[in-house]
């Protein structure tokens, strides 16, 4: 620990958020700058007969109209493979840039409008004409794979993407579960969000065509990872002529990892054109077309012994995809979800079965947690329920299964039943803080004598974990992804001593610019005010794989590390040459290198002059003082936590207050405890929202119901108390900084405790199982209907 | 449309198409872009300004509507560089995430604690229900407030 980890530093990028001079893609303008509209799709699954464009290219302004028979052939991929049980390669159908011959969901791009002004880019995209003969559609993942559904594309049979298995033999784990003392079943929805940053995806594209180079501005979590996709696998440009740029980015959740037909377009039409072109989505089009989340259907049983051990876990999912696989889709509801099924217990049995299917719905992909809480809210739902069920307290049940402590030094990691190997944990010790916080028994208390005077009290508990600082390559390579997933961390020390930090991670809220340059300064022992961090621009930063997955300072400082430890290394061998001294003599700290025993040091800042200016040098040394590493993390991390809700239910009107919400969490070591902690509000209000609130409906033509913020019930300041939070530290003990992620815990941990808390308020009713979100009328419904 | 209106202290003599609102007026014809679009139903905030000392959203006045008004947006807050004490507590209370709702959280934050100089959080979670934030949870934007009613008083 130095003068910064650990401290609740201030953040810098504050200073232009707060004057109101952020960088988002959407404030910039170019010169002969062109705005782009899109017609889009008004049926879930069409025949598009015929684009009648006459009308509209004669419209004020307008410069261009594309459609996807001019564009030709160009589609966006996914990125990781998931093949079928039986060896077949998934079912991946192109995903064309504007629709060709079919419209297969509401809103999906069918024509382009270039003008020169927005206003008339949107009135000639409502003069655009498409003759459609609209399909019968099928949005239901249970009813998609039925046989005799309409299909979505012809070539995928019964909608089936992939079936996918982990796990145990299925034989044993039916044995045990035939065999055990107590089953809890229960049949579940995690239903589809929308993400919903408040920035809708922009972007702005110009081809300079005296250089034959593209620039590329975005709202992306990872621009080396757009261009890559762009300029390899859609468009087939050179990749060292396009510049992605990605500056302030106004959150992302996920939804802004995923190439979008929409980036490549632009990017195409601005050579088509020679003029710049932006288009920034309107809330509507966020709705329609920003990747969602969940959409799992799901049937689980849990099996016990007659002590309350769990003895088997069976989950049978159907996960839908939408109508195009999105660029991380696949690994979602498989390798970042059946992966997680052991939880924090020591299940010894586990089988997990999902099937990937494609509906005439808007492609689905990862949203803050992707997979994993959707897993665990299957368990923890599963826990609370079997608690009841049992009559053993929900907390007592989960101390009777907890895995026990590990810190993968002395005792080794804890091998799962589903591939993974978890790094370190101590679940006990985060779910008896928690009931501290709480103070459970009281609460307990509180809650019988609120019962007695017809109050509906509920307490909700959740323990989780989540696999995160993702991942190493060849790991992931071999469960189908096709790409690295390293992470690349470049260093410059300015001949003055500065230094200028270069991340292939993005920042899009996390604040990176402080908490990056707390363990450099740390490291280097120099002031925090020396060190800049920088990110989001293919041609400052070398390479980069971008920030999801809670992957930034697990995998991205890692990599930071290196490049630091480089420069030390490196520095020292200038500081014996000048000191007279031997390399192995040397002893750096608080920013000099001094002779072991004597007062001879030299500070940092003089090195790094002597490096650009190598006068009295070393020799056969190279000047400069400048590293670029590369770090490919030997695991994933591991983070967990405890989270208990407390409600009250109004028995007349069924709306459900969230009175408390209390969380111990445990993301390894902390650089700026006030980020962690802003991490985990944000995390646990996107919880709350899909336990109580939000939910993306399609009607069964596939029109989609919930498509505006009058509709989409998003969590407002008055729907959440202040959250008391805390957390125990248990270091990754396989990275330097011993860190583990913090962006998806909140998320992960709090929407089953949320709706095991409305469980428990309405246990009275012998209510067992109300779907999400736990509106006021079902909540009604299930105490008023049975 | 010709409209005369100050913003930030400068009058600004514009010509304007009648559809032309408040928000595009200053993003696009002032380059204000501190003022976000967030949604298209008055229902995000993002774009809250205030025109003649009420917090409006400027999504849904029309520039011809302000024509004659004093507007105040994010960037007229500050002085001269200085944060205004409410800018500051954001800062100080890790009142912010990605910074996209921040222009409109601060402008309401503003008109809360003018009609309200100690609001309750109740107060100050209800005065900010027209504002979504998705990143922080509200949690350090609500303190963030309560910070700067003492700042100012």
Known sequence: MGEFIGKPIKRREDNRFLKGKGRYTDDIKLPGMTFAAFVRSPYAHARINKIQTGPAAKSDGVLAIYTGEDVGNYGVPCGWQVNFKNGDTMKEPPHPLLAVGKARHVGENVAVVIAESLQQARDAAELVEVDYDELPAVTNPKKAVEEGAPLVHDDAPRNMVFDWEIGNPKNEVDDAMKNADHMTRLTFRNQRLAPNAIETRTYLANYDINDDKWTLYTSTQNPHLIRLLMCAFVLGIPEHKVRVISQDVGGGFGSKIYHYTEEALLTWATKELGRPVKWTADRSEAFMTDAHGRDYDTTAEMGFDSKGKIVALRVHSEANLGAYLSTFSTACPTYLHGTLAQGCYTTPLIHIDVTGVFTNTNPVDAYRGAGRPEMTYILEHLMDTAALEMKIDPAELRFRNFIPAFDGVEQPGYQTQVALQYDSGDYKATLERALEMAGYKDLRAQQKASRENGQLLGIGLSTYIEGCGIAPSAVVGSLGARAGLYEVGHVRVQPTGKVTVFTGTHSHGQGHETSFAQFVADRLGIPIDDVDIVHGDTNEVAFGMGTYGSRSLAVGGSAIVKSVDKIIEKGARIAAHKLEAAVEDLNYSDGKWTVKGTDKSISFGDVSLTAYVPHDYPAGEEPGLDFSSFYDPVNFTFPFGAHIAVVEVDKETGKVDLKRFIACDDVGNVINPMIVDGQIHGGVAQGVGQALLEGVEYDENGQMITGSYMDYAMPRADDLPFFETDRKVTPCPHNPLGVKGAGEAGAIGSTPAVSNAVMDALSPFGVKDIQMPLTPEKVWRAMNEG | ?153
Do not use: W
């Open chain 2, 1 to 153: 449309m010709e409209i005369s209106i100050t913003v930030n202290g400068r009058s600004y003599t514009r010509e304007v198409a009648p559809m032309r609102t408040l928000v595009e007026f200053l993003r696009e014809d002032l380059d204000l872009t501190g003022t976000h679009i967030g949604c298209d139903t008055t229902s995000c905030g993002a774009c809250t300004v205030t025109l003649d000392g009420r917090a409006v959203k400027s999504c849904t006045v029309l520039a011809v509507q302000a024509d004659g008004g004093e507007v105040t947006t994010i960037e007229g807050l500050s002085e001269n560089g200085t944060m205004h004490p409410i800018q500051q507590a954001f800062k100080e209370n890790h009142g912010l995430q990605c910074g996209f709702c921040t222009p409109g959280m601060v402008m309401v934050a503003a008109d809360i604690l003018k009609n309200n100089p100690h609001p309750t959080e109740e107060e100050i979670r209800h005065g900010l229900e027209g504002n979504f934030c998705r990143c922080t949870g509200y949690h350090n934007i609500v303190k963030s407030i309560q910070h700067a009613s003492e700042a100012l008083n």
